[in-house]
Structures are given as structure tokens and as C-alpha cells.
């Protein structure tokens, strides 16, 4: 059973950082990209970032570029989010996400962990 | 870029059957997409891929009531026999050179 399970989130002042980890297993985890996907309260579903089976190649939104690198350790089955440079816009649950394969569209999802950016 | 349109909300009774609509932008009407379903105060769950020729694929557990379809630019989830539990918010989504696009989600209210 394909399982991803977030954690570190939490409230941090703005300007603070934060690192999201995402732990995954029931696959085989340096096959597949791996994206993370965030909701803002309220909100729709915005993609943040992902990030190719070697970590050689990564893309962000426009919005978290130079601010969100997003890494993995496939030695570890996990991904990575650092989160830098906190707005208060960036308030949001994060969820982890994988990629398919063939048609790289999601196809699962993790629980999410929330982050608050506020003083 | 791609442009997911969907409707933002939709309602139909319990034990009827409802379509939700994502329509693609002009220039991707041929791009696969998929459909994702969010309860409310959960994470997503992916429902489907679905492909311009109206073939899909659906993940593992999904119930055969949900069911997808296309037409054109516009790619269909269609759910019968609605019962309490798909009330929640859906949402399309595709790639296109290595990003992702989400619509703008439907929130379907169950009657």
C-alpha cells in the first residue's frame, strides 16, 4: 500500500523557515517524481514544486522560486520542502504528492501538515 | 500553460446522478488530466486519469459509480447513484512539461 506521511510543520513568524519532510513507502520511491501541492484555508489546490527520480531536475511555481528547494534521499524514501523566507501568503497545508508514471499526473496523496506564517 | 475551468459548485439529490465538467484552454484540448476528490477536512484522494479519447483509469478502491468522459476540450466525472459521502470538492488537474495545473475546484452538495 502506497503510504506518504508529512511532517514539520507549525507556526513560524514571517521571514522564519521551516523544513517539511515526507516520508513515503509501498513503492518503489527512486522511480517516481515526487511533488509537493499546498491549500491555503479555504482555498483550492495550488502545486508548489516537484522533483525528478535522481534529483537532477526540479520545477517550482513562480511564486516559491529562490524561496522553496525542494530535495530527496532516496536512501531514505524521502522528500524534502525547506521553506525560507516565510510570507504570511504561504499559509497553507502542505501535502505531499507523488507523480505517476507513463501519465505523471498525481496519484497519491499524503495527510498534509499545516504551516501558519504569523507573529 | 494550461487553463483548468471548472464550475464552482454543483448540486444534485441523494441517489441521482451528477456530471462535473473541466474544460481545457484553447491549444490542450488533447492534454490527459485527472480528477480529484477532497471531503471535507481531508486530504485529496485521486479518483481517475482521463485521456481526450475518454478512456480512464481509475485508482484502486474508487467505486464503479464514478465514471469519466470526454468530449473536445472538456473532460467529464460523472458520479451515479450519489450517496451522502460524495458530497466534497473536486478537482481536474494536468501537467504539461513537468508542472502541474490544478482547476479551480467544484464543490458538489448532496441533496
Known amino acids: 500500500e502506497v503510504q506518504l506521511v508529512e511532517s514539520g510543520g507549525g507556526l513560524v513568524q514571517p521571514g522564519g523557515s521551516l523544513r517539511l519532510s515526507c516520508a513515503a513507502s509501498?513503492?518503489?520511491?527512486?522511480?517516481?517524481?515526487m511533488s509537493w501541492v499546498r491549500q491555503a484555508p479555504g482555498k483550492g489546490l495550488e502545486w508548489v514544486a516537484n522533483?525528478?527520480?535522481?534529483?537532477?531536475?526540479?520545477q517550482y511555481v513562480d511564486s516559491v522560486k529562490g524561496r522553496f528547494p525542494i530535495s530527496r534521499d532516496n536512501a531514505k524514501n524521502s522528500v524534502y520542502l525547506q521553506l525560507n523566507s516565510l510570507r504570511a501568503e504561504d499559509t497553507a497545508v502542505y501535502y505531499c504528492?507523488?507523480?505517476?508514471?507513463?501519465?505523471?499526473?498525481?496519484?497519491?496523496w499524503g495527510q498534509g501538515t499545516l504551516v501558519t506564517v504569523s507573529s | 500553460q494550461p487553463v483548468l475551468t471548472q464550475s464552482s459548485s454543483a448540486s444534485a439529490s441523494l441517489g441521482s446522478s451528477v456530471r462535473l465538467t473541466c474544460t481545457l484552454s484553447?491549444?490542450?484540448?488533447?492534454?490527459?488530466i485527472a480528477w480529484h476528490q477532497q471531503q471535507p477536512g481531508k486530504a485529496p484522494r485521486s479518483l481517475m486519469k482521463?485521456?481526450?479519447?475518454?478512456?480512464?483509469n481509475k485508482g484502486s478502491g474508487v467505486p464503479d459509480r464514478f465514471s469519466g468522459s470526454s468530449s473536445g476540450a472538456d473532460r467529464y466525472l460523472t458520479i451515479s447513484n450519489l450517496h451522502s459521502e460524495d458530497e466534497a470538492d473536486y478537482y481536474c488537474?494536468?501537467?504539461?512539461?513537468?508542472?502541474?495545473?490544478f482547476g479551480g475546484g467544484t464543490k458538489l452538495t448532496v441533496l
Open positions: 504528492a507523488r507523480d505517476g508514471n507513463g501519465i505523471p499526473v498525481i496519484d497519491y
Open positions: 488537474e494536468t501537467w504539461d512539461r513537468n508542472t502541474h495545473v
Open positions: 509501498g513503492f518503489t520511491f527512486s522511480s517516481y517524481w
Open positions: 482521463l485521456e481526450y479519447s475518454g478512456k480512464y
Open positions: 522533483i525528478n527520480e535522481d534529483g537532477s531536475e526540479k
Open positions: 484553447s491549444g490542450h484540448r488533447s492534454y490527459i
